[in-house]
């Protein structure tokens, strides 16, 4: 097996805090149509300041002393009350991307979130078991799509992710603010919505990325695919492919390939510390097609040898 557990290069960042009064201007100017009110329009800006200012909680009265209002008012004003459109802000970013960060080799990020969220009138809200909470709780599900780039990581799009229960209720849509004719759609269908309006405003994304919720889903891959996008998403290890011209599962396929043809990687800082996988690559026995190969790539944990899996 090859080691390759090559420590992480820095990446370059600037806070916002620091960009030249230029950048600002530029960007109070395409959210003007946005926030048409000078007052809103500052505290919008001043907004993304709290945001990204080095405070461990950025509530509205952190956000209030960073930004040197007397008074959290103006957040609150800005979340629960001012007029604006979040899709207008979102049209405006996918506008800004392309020409402030634009990569040739940015990767688009798909994942899932839940969200804690107290009472069961917010909508979307449901109960559901959830990690960070470690028992049933009631959350919101969000799905989001990101693009990673050499300058770092920016948040394109999300989707709230409400269950049927929610979208079979017009009036329960309703009364929490959202769109009655709202049908459901599942995390993958969401997450094709956004690398679609990604695409329509000129974003162009090397590779797309996504974990087994997206993988496991066979209409994604074909829509990926179409285009010729390529991808790399995760899929569960009891998946059967047809490899070598045999149907197997992918934990077959793993215990099947020789210590010497697995690499071993770094994938970033977990919360235990430093976290690797060994990882192989295998051919799938799929038809060709111009310019691309279609391949799995098989992982398994370094920590337990006994307990590997694909």
């Given at each position: 097996?090859?080691?390759?557990?090559?420590?992480?290069?820095?990446?370059?960042?600037?806070?916002?805090?620091?960009?030249?009064?230029?950048?600002?201007?530029?960007?109070?100017?395409?959210?003007?149509?946005?926030?048409?009110?000078?007052?809103?329009?500052?505290?919008?800006?001043?907004?993304?300041?709290?945001?990204?200012?080095?405070?461990?909680r950025t509530k509205s009265w952190q956000w209030a002393d960073i930004t040197g209002a007397p008074t959290p008012y103006p957040v609150h004003h800005r979340l629960g009350r001012a007029a604006w459109s979040p899709d207008a802000v979102r049209a405006a970013l996918l506008a800004?991307?392309?020409?402030?960060?634009?990569?040739?080799?940015?990767?688009?990020?798909?994942?899932?979130?839940?969200?804690?969220?107290?009472?069961?009138?917010?909508?979307?809200?449901?109960?559901?078991?959830?990690?960070?909470?470690?028992?049933?709780?009631?959350?919101?599900?969000?799905?989001?799509?990101?693009?990673?780039?050499?300058?770092?990581?920016?948040?394109?799009?999300?989707?709230?992710?409400?269950?049927?229960?929610?979208?079979?209720?017009?009036?329960?849509?309703?009364?929490?603010?959202?769109?009655?004719?709202?049908?459901?759609?599942?995390?993958?269908?969401?997450?094709?919505?956004?690398?679609?309006?990604?695409?329509?405003?000129?974003?162009?994304?090397?590779?797309?990325?996504?974990?087994?919720?997206?993988?496991?889903?066979?209409?994604?891959?074909?829509?990926?695919?179409?285009?010729?996008?390529?991808?790399?998403?995760?899929?569960?290890?009891?998946?059967?492919?047809?490899?070598?011209?045999?149907?197997?599962?992918?934990?077959?396929?793993?215990?099947?390939?020789?210590?010497?043809?697995?690499?071993?990687?770094?994938?970033?800082?977990?919360?235990?510390?430093?976290?690797?996988?060994?990882?192989?690559?295998?051919?799938?026995?799929?038809?060709?097609?111009?310019?691309?190969?279609?391949?799995?790539?098989?992982?398994?944990?370094?920590?337990?040898?006994?307990?590997?899996?694909?």
């Amino acid at each position: 097996m090859t080691d390759r557990w090559d420590a992480t290069p820095p990446r370059p960042e600037q806070a916002i805090a620091d960009w030249h009064p230029a950048a600002w201007n530029d960007l109070a100017q395409r959210i003007a149509h946005v926030c048409p009110r000078t007052d809103s329009r500052a505290n919008a800006l001043s907004s993304l300041l709290g945001l990204v200012s080095p405070a461990e909680r950025t509530k509205s009265w952190q956000w209030a002393d960073i930004t040197g209002a007397p008074t959290p008012y103006p957040v609150h004003h800005r979340l629960g009350r001012a007029a604006w459109s979040p899709d207008a802000v979102r049209a405006a970013l996918l506008a800004y991307v392309p020409t402030i960060l634009g990569h040739p080799e940015a990767l688009g990020v798909v994942d899932e979130t839940g969200l804690r969220k107290n009472g069961s009138h917010a909508a979307g809200v449901t109960r559901h078991a959830t990690g960070t909470a470690g028992r049933v709780a009631n959350r919101h599900v969000g799905v989001f799509l990101a693009d990673a780039r050499p300058l770092g990581p920016t948040l394109l799009d999300r989707e709230l992710y409400p269950p049927t229960s929610w979208t079979d209720d017009p009036a329960r849509c309703q009364r929490a603010g959202g769109p009655p004719d709202r049908t459901f759609a599942t995390k993958p269908a969401l997450a094709r919505q956004m690398i679609a309006r990604a695409a329509a405003a000129g974003i162009t994304l090397a590779w797309i990325t996504g974990d087994t919720v997206d993988g496991d889903d066979r209409p994604v891959r074909h829509w990926l695919d179409a285009p010729s996008q390529p991808s790399v998403l995760g899929m569960a290890r009891t998946d059967h492919r047809w490899i070598a011209a045999q149907r197997v599962t992918l934990t077959d396929r793993a215990a099947s390939r020789a210590d010497t043809a697995w690499e071993r990687h770094r994938c970033g800082d977990g919360s235990q510390g430093p976290r690797g996988y060994d990882w192989a690559a295998t051919a799938l026995h799929a038809p060709p097609q111009a310019g691309f190969q279609r391949r799995v790539a098989l992982r398994r944990p370094v920590d337990d040898p006994q307990d590997r899996e694909a």
